[in-house]
């Protein structure tokens, strides 16, 4: 199994990014803002909980998203391997994320790190929200306390993997296929280690 991580602050353009890797590499995509949008548009009780916290801003409590995901890979057991997009988002997810791979005795292979400027993260999620619908691109404010919470709570957790030797960090600005074929690099270069 391949198991990676696309790491990278709010806009950064994991879910962009996700979208290719997931076609040329085969692997299964593990979204969990994706889960939580669509528990949102179903109206489940998760769903109408967290959409409180996600359009201020705010991280979603780690046992929820935790939760989600132990249940996305229990349903994968046939995967080739996962890409974790927007997950773990705090070091409490981080180390339950280890331990539910090992369980299946596997583990992360490597974590890949967006790397945008905060100017231009808020140009590309104001400009999303033109479009999207998504009431967490429209506000300036909130678009700021998610970057706010990305500094105090989720960059942390790239010093969690470079311990372990597998952060590594791609420029994320410039056109989205030069992004890719930079992550590309990084994916074949621990894919043949
Ligand atoms: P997410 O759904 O994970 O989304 P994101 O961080 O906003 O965006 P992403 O980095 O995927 O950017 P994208 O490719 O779309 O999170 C949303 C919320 O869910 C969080 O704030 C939180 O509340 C909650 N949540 C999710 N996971 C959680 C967890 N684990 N724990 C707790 N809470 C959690 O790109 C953005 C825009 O840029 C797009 O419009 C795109 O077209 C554009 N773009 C992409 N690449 C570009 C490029 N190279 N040049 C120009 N524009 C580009």
């Given at each position: ?5 696309l790491?990278g602050p709010p806009g950064s353009g994991k879910g962009t990014q996700s979208?290719k ?93 967006l790397l945008v400027?905060?100017?231009e993260l808020?140009?590309r ?45 791609v420029?994320g600005e410039g056109?989205i296929?030069?992004i890719f074929?930079?992550i ?10």
């Amino acid at each position: 199994m391949f198991n990676l991580i696309l790491f990278g602050p709010p806009g950064s353009g994991k879910g962009t990014q996700s979208e290719k890797i997931i076609e040329k590499y085969g692997l299964k995509h593990l979204s969990t803002g994706d889960i939580l949008r669509s528990e949102i548009a179903r109206q489940t009780p998760l769903g109408m909980e967290a959409k409180k916290l996600m359009d201020k801003g705010q991280l979603v409590p780690d046992e929820v998203v935790i939760g989600m995901i132990s249940s996305s890979i229990e349903a994968n057991t046939q995967a080739r391997g996962f890409l974790f997009d927007g997950f773990p988002r705090t070091v409490a997810q981080a180390e339950a994320l280890d331990k539910l791979l090992k369980l299946k005795g596997t583990q992360i292979n490597a974590m890949i790190s967006l790397l945008v400027t905060e100017e231009e993260l808020m140009k590309r999620l104001l400009n999303r929200g033109l479009t999207s619908g998504r009431s967490d691109d429209s506000n300036e404010e909130v678009i700021k306390n998610r970057i706010a919470e990305y500094k105090s709570k989720t960059a942390v957790v790239a010093d969690y993997y470079k311990k372990f030797d597998k952060f590594f960090e791609v420029k994320g600005e410039g056109s989205i296929d030069e992004i890719f074929n930079a992550i590309c690099k990084e994916i074949e270069k621990e894919m043949d280690a």
